[in-house]
């Protein structure tokens, strides 16, 4: 089957939803590929259906996300009060939902399946068994390259996590990875066939996500219109480091005993998630301990238009994270022309490109004086934002739809066929690849 032949294609995404607002929770970059990607492969005259797991008894059973984009919600386990860590258990009733679906449907109505993160991948094994279709996986994020870079403080992944994602790379036909590093990764730390990876990088919105007026987005936002404003944009906890932009923010009043709250503002803006959970107040007695709670705002998750006009407002954007698969909030702050200041991690020097400058490590000393540099050197900020911009306008969510179909393609043309037998459920190891 080629990607032109590849009509309906089902899409799941067991933790989290495209509908939910991202930066809380569990919600984030992940939900924002399955939305835009989504809604590219709809444009191409594809049919995609969404399978997540209901967390209110609210949502009805289905909805329409864009015109050729249904999201169907799988009721698994109680609506609420579960976390990611808890959702393994409730992977049979997910798929027992996923199969009632396809079985109201005439056999063979699906081409692929596409999995996201390995709890997905988990569901996606079975129903691409089931209804005979390859198996496209994208993890997102990968336990043991997490486990390989913990902050201080984070608790490591269970090796529960790593059997069960092992298991996917096994039985995927396909593997995307968001990197050449990803890529990397997989075959090194999982085994994975090198054939069966294919680089798809992120994209961005570029119409959302562009320059504009940088005062007259802080007049919208009520920010103070000569502060140097800088911006942290993501789920609240450990991994993502915005403790360590507090920090520096310290260093830099030190280092600036003049400046007032009309002089520094920074915003951070999400709501506390995953290990950040434990202690969701940490980060706000951080900020006071530091005497920084007049020129710290916390900000609740705000919608995308919100979120560009943020962007617009900022000197900076820091993406401080232990680890990113890629870092969506970089590229989508380059392309509203703003640098990044990001970690020198994971994707994020594909995603940061020369748009910004990239810190090795996570010492607050040196984060101080990097972001302090910047900021007393305006000629070189313009012209990070005027590279920023450029290498942005190449991550458009068309381009990344494109190089996925032919990924699809591929595992059309290299799918094999996994029985799943008793015994392999009994041990959890899946069966032999058989050509």
Known sequence: MTPEQIRRIAMISVHTSPVDQPGTGDAGGLNVYVAE???????????????????????PPTLELAPGVTVRHVTAGPYEGLSKHDLPGQLCAFAA?????GAARPEGWFDLVHSHYWLSGQVGWLAADRWRTPLVHTMHTMARVKNAALAVGDSPEPQGREIGEAQVVEAADRLVANTVD???QLVELYGADPTRVSVVPPGVDLDLFAPGDRYAARGRLGLPLRANILLFVGRIQPLKAPDLLVKAARRLLDANPHWTPDDLVVAIIGGPSGSGLEHPEQLGELVADLGLAAYVRFVPPVDRV????????ADLVTVPSYNESFGLVAIEALACGTPVVAAKVGGLPTAVGDGGVLVPGHDVGLWADTIGGLLADEAHRDELG?????????????????????????????????PITGANLLVGVPSAVIP
């Open 306 to 313: 919100t979120l560009a006009r943020w962007y617009r407002a």
């Open 182 to 184: 990803e890529a990397c």
């Open 97 to 101: 939902g996923v199969m009632r679906a």
């Open 386 to 418: 005027r590279r920023a911009v450029r290498h942005a306008s190449g991550f458009g969510w068309g381009s990344t739809t494109e190089r996925l179909l032919q990924a699809y393609g591929e595992a059309c043309r290299n799918q094999t066929a996994m």
């Open 37 to 59: 990607v989504a809604k590219q492969l709809a444009r191409r005259g594809r049919e995609v259906e969404i399978f997540t797991r209901a967390t209110t008894g609210t949502l």
